[in-house]
Nanobody
C-alpha cells in the first residue's frame, strides 16, 4: 500500500507561484511513475503533469505547459509541481498519483494510488 500526502497548496494572487509537494510512504519510491492531476468545482479531474521513475521524461497538459515544472527527489520520496504565472483558471484541488511502472502515465485510470489533494486558489 502506498500513501501519498500532498502539501503546498494555498491562496495566491494571479501571476504568483506555488510549489506543491507530494511525499510517498513506500520503500521503493524510485520504481513509481508519478503524476499530478487537478479537479475544479463542477469539472472532471484532468491531467496536469507526469514524470517517469527516473525523472528522465516529463509531460504536461497544454494548459500548464511553460508555466509548470514537475520534478522528483527519489531520496526524499517526493515529487514536486512548481507552478508559476498562476491564473484564476488554475484554481482546483490538486492530486498526486503513483503507479508502479516504468511507463509515463498521463491518464488517471493508469494510476493505482492517490493522495487526498491540496487546494490551490488563485485570486484575480
Amino acid at each position: 500500500q502506498v500513501q501519498l500526502v500532498e502539501s503546498g497548496g494555498g491562496l495566491v494572487q494571479a501571476g504568483g507561484s506555488l510549489r506543491l509537494s507530494c511525499t510517498a510512504s513506500v520503500r521503493t519510491f524510485g520504481s513509481y511513475a508519478m503524476g499530478w492531476f487537478r479537479q475544479a468545482p463542477g469539472k472532471e479531474r484532468e491531467f496536469v503533469a507526469a514524470i517517469t521513475w527516473s525523472g528522465g521524461v516529463t509531460r504536461y497538459a497544454d494548459s500548464v505547459k511553460g508555466r509548470c515544472t514537475i520534478s522528483r527527489d527519489n531520496a526524499k520520496k517526493t515529487v514536486y509541481l512548481q507552478m508559476n504565472s498562476l491564473k484564476p483558471e488554475d484554481t482546483a484541488v490538486y492530486y498526486c498519483a503513483a503507479s508502479n511502472t516504468i511507463m509515463l502515465i498521463t491518464t488517471d485510470n493508469g494510476y493505482e494510488y492517490w493522495g487526498q489533494g491540496t487546494q490551490v486558489t488563485v485570486s484575480r
